[in-house]
Each structure stands twice: as structure tokens, then as C-alpha cells.
């Protein structure tokens, strides 16, 4: 024991976790982005009639839903670039997080598409709309709504996931507060504040995706 | 096909640190599953039927822990720790970090289930005499665990893939020793494609043993 807990350093860093968290932030939203869409393709692909569309879309599922997350990261930068696929810490690490949540999101999607009545699609057929104005105007809207919350998990433990940037030194949260560590050792403060901001900032992140729920619900 | 040769006797010859990285990922996922369940079931407990004081300070823990990436609890137990002069060598302040997150969900996955089970099951028991140990051990546990217990398996797998963020502090699991043997012989894309198969063997096949467990413990209507 005899730890005294002195802030000062961490504060006099702040500035540097804060700058980190807003890295977090964006590659957090750019990863569920771009998650969405492949999400929403595969879901299609995994409730789609054609057999070879859905093998290879649970195929994708299955692989990247049974790997480790650090895995896939360390294999994105460090062995892509023997096939000649080279890319940037910051884009190999959002294409990275994209394709992992983008399996996530596929079975999300596909439980919103199946709990859409079907009547609603032969009610579209019926006023004469194509079955790609069915899926943007009816389906795909209807579909979004029911599953927000899990969207919305989806994209806080996205923002956890961020952390793992740290592994291929891209400068988020993490990543400057091991920096502040490793110069300071104040370490029980470091990883305090640090955890303290994830904490902090889940909670915002909740608090809004379910005031975004509550506009978006019909009254019942 | 030289290639190929060429990575087979690469493997070969690194067959030993990764049979030895293999069983530690296996011996820390075993490890946090156990500690992180007898955890979480006091969690679980707490937060079903704690007094309000107990079930605030467990909820703060959970909330806390769940609003933590795992790499960060696994950076701080280990930083943490050894300052404030509890000595805990990397893989017991990772198996501690791994069990912390795995008794959240656990808790979390318990509360869930009990709370499901209609409160007239209990009002019954009560009627008929049953103490509160009682209801718990033979009305309530048996239905919770049957609705666990697909859950609880998948955990398992959650947890092997965790497993790998230990290798940041230095635990020889598979996914260190595999970027070792990338550090001698440069075959990057051969060595991370031959331990991602390695994880997805292990986690494909746990998850297949939590749907056949699920398959057994549902009843049919």
C-alpha cells in the first residue's frame, strides 16, 4: 500500500484522453456505418430464396462471429499487407470493425425483417410498387425501427471495441492512457479516469439512442 | 505448394509454444468462466432480491464494469494491482480482469431469467409452506438454470475470444505466442490465418454444444 493518489498528471493530460475519446467517438460511428450497410446486404442475402446467397452470407456470419476481435485486427494490418492490400493504422482498423459488426448487425437485421408482416409487402405490391421501392419505402424503414435497441448496444460495445485500436498504436482513448501511464506512473488514476470516460460516455450514448427510440415509436 | 510445405514445417517446428499458447488460452477461458459464474450468481442474487442498498452498490459494479472495455479492465487490474502492492503475476490479474466481465454478464443473465419466472410460482410456494431457500433451490434455480444454460455456454466462448486481449499484458496465451513466431519467421499472414482457425475451431464448436444444449433444454409446446 502507501499509494497516494495524486491527479494532477492525468489532468494536465486531459486534453490528450479527450482528444482520444473524440477518435473513439468517430471510428465508432464510422465503423456502424459502414457495418450497417454490409449488415443489411447480408441480412438480405441470409433471408433471401436463393441458396448460394445465403450459404455464403451465414458463411461470412459464422467465420467472423467465431473470431476474436484482436485477431481479425492484428490480421487486417499485419498480414493484408503481405497479399499486397495495404492500408492505414486508422482505415485498416475501421474496415476491420466494419466487417466484425457488420455479421453482428446481419442477425439483428434478420429478425427485424422477418418480424415484418408479410401482408405489408403484398399491400405494396398491390399499389403497384416495385420490389426494390418495397424494401427502401416500407421494409427497410419498418425494419430499422424495431431494432433499435439493439442498434444501440450494438454501437456502445462498438465503442468499447475501439479500445482495441490501442493494439496497432492508433491514438484513442486507450492508447493515451497507457501513453500517460508509461510517462507518469500515476496508474491507478490513469486507468481510473479512463474507465470512468468509457463508463460516462456509454451512459450518454444509451441515454440518447433510447430518446432517438421514443421519437421514433408509433403510440400505441 | 513449396509454400505450403514451407508453412507445415514452419508449424512443425513451432509446435510446441503453440500447443503451449493453446492450452493456456483454454486454462484462462476454463479459469474465468468458473470464477467469473460463482461471481456472477452472487451478482445475479443480489440484484434479484438484494436490499436496496445492496442491490446500488452491485448495480453501480455492474454498470461499471459493463461500461468498460475489457482491454482497459485488463490494463488496469494489471497496472492497478501491482502499485498498490497486491503482487499478481499477468495471468492472475487477467484471469481476474476476464472474471470481473464474465460475472457481469452472468449476473446480468440471471437476473434476466429469474425475473421471468411468473411471481405466482412463487405466491404457490409460499402457499404451500416452502421456506425462501426452498422456493429458490427447487422452484426458481431449476428453471433460471434451464433458461441460462444455452447462454451460459455461449459465454464460454465469449470468453476464449477475450482471452486473447491477455496477450497486451504479456500472458503466453495462443495469439502471443502465434506473433512470436511472426517476429522469427515474418509469416504474418500464414501464422495469424493458422490462429484465427485455431479460435474459430474452438469457439464454432462451443457455440454448436450451447445449440445442442438449448435444443435439450427447451420444452416443447
Avoid at chain 1, 449488415?39 to 450459404?55: E, K
Avoid at chain 1, 467465420?63 to 485477431?71: E, G, K, T
Avoid at chain 2, 503453440?18 to 456472477?40: C, E, N, R
Avoid at chain 2, 451460459?152 to 499484458?169: G, P, Q, R
Wanted: charged share 15%; proline share 3%; aromatic share 10%.
Amino acid at each position: 500500500m502507501g499509494y497516494t493518489l495524486n491527479f494532477a498528471v492525468v489532468w494536465r493530460n486531459f486534453d490528450q484522453l479527450l482528444a482520444g475519446l473524440l477518435l473513439s467517438l468517430e471510428l465508432a460511428f464510422v465503423a456502424i456505418l459502414i457495418g450497417a450497410a454490409i449488415g443489411l446486404i447480408t441480412a438480405f442475402g441470409l433471408t433471401s430464396r436463393h441458396v448460394w446467397l445465403q450459404r455464403v452470407s451465414m458463411l461470412y456470419v459464422t467465420i467472423i462471429r467465431n473470431l476474436p476481435i484482436l485477431v481479425l485486427i492484428l490480421f487486417a494490418y499485419f498480414a493484408l499487407p503481405q497479399l499486397g492490400i495495404r492500408l492505414g493504422k486508422i482505415e485498416s482498423f475501421v474496415a476491420t470493425l466494419a466487417i466484425y459488426s457488420g455479421a453482428y448487425l446481419a442477425e439483428v437485421f434478420r429478425a427485424g425483417l422477418l418480424s415484418i408482416p408479410q401482408g405489408l409487402k403484398e399491400a405494396g405490391l398491390a399499389i403497384g410498387l416495385k420490389p426494390m421501392q418495397i424494401r427502401t419505402s416500407i421494409i427497410i424503414p419498418l425494419m430499422l425501427r424495431n431494432v433499435l435497441p439493439s442498434l444501440s448496444s450494438t454501437l456502445i460495445s462498438l465503442f468499447k471495441d475501439t479500445s482495441l485500436a490501442a493494439a496497432i498504436a492508433v491514438p484513442e482513448l486507450t492508447f493515451e492512457a497507457r501513453k500517460i501511464n508509461v510517462e507518469s506512473f500515476r496508474v491507478v488514476e490513469t486507468w481510473l479516469v479512463a474507465s470512468a470516460l468509457y463508463v460516462f460516455t456509454c451512459t450518454i450514448l444509451a441515454a440518447i439512442m433510447r430518446q432517438i427510440e421514443r421519437r421514433l415509436t408509433i403510440g400505441r | 505448394m513449396n509454400d505450403l510445405l514451407l508453412f507445415f514445417n514452419e508449424i512443425w517446428i513451432a509446435r510446441i509454444p503453440l500447443l503451449k499458447g493453446l492450452g493456456m488460452t483454454i486454462s484462462i477461458s476454463a479459469l474465468a468462466i468458473i470464477a467469473g459464474s460463482i461471481l456472477g450468481i452472487f451478482v445475479g442474487l443480489s440484484l434479484t432480491y438484494g436490499n436496496r442498498l445492496l442491490r446500488f452498490f452491485v448495480r453501480a459494479y455492474t454498470d461499471f464494469v459493463r461500461g468498460t472495455p475489457v482491454l482497459v479492465l485488463v490494463l488496469a487490474s494489471f497496472y492497478i494491482l501491482s502499485t498498490i502492492g497486491v503482487d499478481l503475476s499477468p495471468f492472475e490479474a487477467g484471469v481476474l480482469a476476464l472474471s470481473v466481465f464474465c460475472s457481469s454478464h452472468i449476473g446480468e443473465i440471471l437476473r434476466g431469467a429469474l425475473q421471468a419466472i411468473p411471481p405466482g410460482q412463487t405466491e404457490a410456494a409460499k402457499a404451500i409452506g416452502l421456506s425462501f431457500r426452498q422456493t429458490f433451490t427447487s422452484v426458481l434455480w431449476p428453471q433460471a438454470l434451464r433458461q441460462m444454460l444455452p447462454t451460459w455456454v455461449n459465454t464460454a466462448a465469449e470468453m476464449v475470444k477475450a482471452s486473447t486481449l491477455l496477450s497486451v499484458i504479456g500472458v503466453a496465451e495462443l495469439l502471443l505466442r502465434s506473433q512470436e513466431i511472426i517476429s522469427r519467421n515474418f509469416m504474418s499472414l500464414q501464422f495469424y490465418f493458422f490462429a484465427g482457425l485455431l479460435y474459430f475451431v474452438i469457439n464454432f464448436s462451443i457455440e454448436q454444444l450451447g445449440k445442442y444444449v438449448e435444443r435439450k433444454t427447451t420444452i416443447p409446446s
